[in-house]
């Protein structure tokens, strides 16, 4: 038979069915998981909006819109597997599980095009958020896209904490005809209907005869005892060293055992030296040991041991000896003090740690571990230093900055820093100046503070051309000069005829004119002895400086 909508009337009859089932079910118990913590594996994020389609949504209590955009259901993304849990907050007796499908409000929609992605789901119930430690209430195999309800309950009479809902496409696995690619975890409502642990009878209302029990939900007999008892109705604690459901866990490293707490494994008096925690499972943490892990390792080990706080595992870098008590020898630092100190200028103050030296490089040196040479051109304490005029700057030497190879024109020195000596030039100052030059280039030689009187050229190499003499050979030698000194401009040559004196500048003739006067009483006598007189008087004219 075919309903109206198109869908076989079968899978509609099971519904009702399950209605009325849920409804006998649900006026004897309450909803235990309302409003309780959830979570949702992959939640559907809409632009931002993390709250519409979150885990909680499924435990709100409402369920009148089904569809997407609602703000009903709880939405995740498709994936391999969908996970959602609920929290009851603490164990509870539960009797079944109700789940809403989201429909879209609309089962044509559901069975065409929604419903296949919840086939082969699995409902658990567990004391933890692992499904494979709690009891497995529900595993559909048998669904088709067809028949699987919109609204689902199983009955599992079990107690438990948390309510899981689970599906997975895995790859590798072949899934029967209609099952979907990825499965999504989309609920609108789970209703878990029970009662809190310790109560049965219609509402929940009265207390189980057994304090210590979980009882039957309508009889209130014992049927399984609560986390820390065991026994005939659950009247005997949990023995020595165990605690917990069925008492099958182990305490932790208690300081004493017979003060580990039967229901939760709590260790009453603290921890055994190396553990931690309320129950004491957790080794100590890194740099801490001794009961309760309350003391600090030496801060020189690199950890110590948990239980007796001894350096078992090493030292820090910088440290060495049983406890790590020693700093590195002198010139060492580093992990087992096995790394060399470089070129420290105190090679006590060598960090023992990192190597640093903390008061500067020796000469050559730089760096924080001053184990790399100066670089080119550089010299000295922390490089610090510039080297001179070296002729190759590369073999300057890096400690003390001699120029190995020499200095280059101009410089002299074992640094090459001091400019030649008056007089001299070239590479190491080695070449002098010729004698001729006022003065010459340290590098060149050139005579660039000009020449000595007399004398020109780059090199003050030529004396003055014919007929000049002096500074730069400006001045010019007396016309009546046959050639005139280069220096001075004494004509050294001689003069032409007719003149007379160092620089050929008395006329002969004028003075033979003046003094050749005639003497009436001597006659040639006296003209003579006027001549003679005469050349006396020249000879006693003072030269022209």
């Not at 960090?351 to 000295?380: E, H, P, V």
Request: aromatic share 12%; glycine share 12%.
């Amino acid at each position: 038979m075919v309903s109206l909508s198109g869908h076989s009337v079968y899978h509609l009859g099971v519904l009702t069915v399950w209605f009325c089932l849920l409804a006998v079910s649900q006026a004897a118990y309450v909803n235990v998981a309302l409003n309780k913590p959830a979570y949702l594996q992959y939640p559907y994020v809409y632009f931002g909006d993390y709250d519409t389609y979150d885990a909680s949504k499924a435990v709100d209590g409402r369920k009148s819109d089904l569809s997407t955009s609602g703000g009903q259901c709880a939405i995740s993304w498709g994936g391999q597997t969908a996970t959602w849990w609920v929290n009851l907050t603490t164990i509870h007796s539960i009797y079944n599980i109700t789940i809403y499908f989201r429909t879209v409000n609309d089962l044509q929609d559901f069975y065409t095009g929604l419903s296949n992605k919840f086939l082969g789901f699995s409902v658990y119930v567990s004391n933890t958020t692992d499904r494979l430690q709690g009891t497995l209430c529900y595993k559909d195999d048998d669904f088709t896209t067809l028949t699987i309800p919109a609204v689902f309950t199983t009955i599992c009479p079990v107690h438990g904490q948390y309510v899981i809902y689970y599906n997975e496409r895995l790859p590798g696995v072949t899934y029967p005809r209609g099952y979907s690619t990825y499965v999504h975890s989309n609920l609108c409502e789970v209703e878990v209907y029970g009662c809190p642990g310790g109560f049965y009878s219609a509402n929940c209302s009265i207390a189980c005869p057994d304090t210590n029990c979980y009882c039957h939900l309508e009889t209130g007999t014992c049927q399984g005892c609560k986390p820390g008892y065991q026994g005939y109705l659950c009247k005997s604690a949990c023995g020595r060293g165990y605690y917990g459901a069925e008492c099958q866990q182990e305490c932790g490293h208690c300081l004493d055992l017979s003060q580990c707490f039967h229901t939760n494994g709590s260790c009453l008096t603290g921890c055994d030296a190396g553990y931690n925690g309320e129950m004491c499972t957790s080794p100590c943490p890194y740099g801490f040991f001794g009961q309760d892990c309350v003391e600090r390792c030496n801060d020189t080990c690199d950890g110590c041991n948990r239980f007796n706080g001894s350096c078992d595992s090493g030292c820090n870098p910088g440290w060495q000896g049983h406890d790590c008590q020693d700093a590195c020898d002198k010139g060492s630092f580093g992990e087992n003090c096995k790394i060399t100190c470089g070129h420290c200028r105190d090679i006590k103050k060598c960090s023992n740690i990192k190597g640093t030296c903390l008061t500067g490089c020796d000469a050559g040196y730089q760096g924080d571990l001053c184990k790399t040479q100066c670089d080119r051109g550089s010299f000295g304490f922390d490089c610090n230093e510039t080297c001179g005029h070296c002729r190759d700057i590369n073999q300057c030497f890096y400690t003390n900055g001699t120029c190995l190879t020499g200095c280059i024109a101009g410089f002299q020195g074992d640094l090459c820093k001091t400019p030649c000596q008056r007089g001299f030039f070239g590479e190491n100052c080695l070449q002098k100046c010729l004698e001729n030059c006022a003065g010459c280039n340290n590098k060149t030689g050139l005579c660039e503070y000009g020449c000595l009187e007399g004398y020109t050229g780059y090199f003050c190499e030529n004396a003055c051309p014919y007929g000049l003499f002096g500074q730069d050979c400006t001045g010019v030698c007396n016309d009546n000069c046959t050639g005139c000194n280069n220096v001075n401009g004494v004509c050294d040559r001689g003069c032409h005829p007719g003149w007379m004196g160092d620089y050929c500048d008395i006329d002969l003739l004028k003075i033979m004119m003046y003094r050749l006067i005639p003497i009436k009483t001597n006659g040639s006598l006296g003209i003579l002895f006027n001549f003679l007189q005469s050349m006396e008087t020249v000879r006693n004219i003072p030269n022209k400086s």
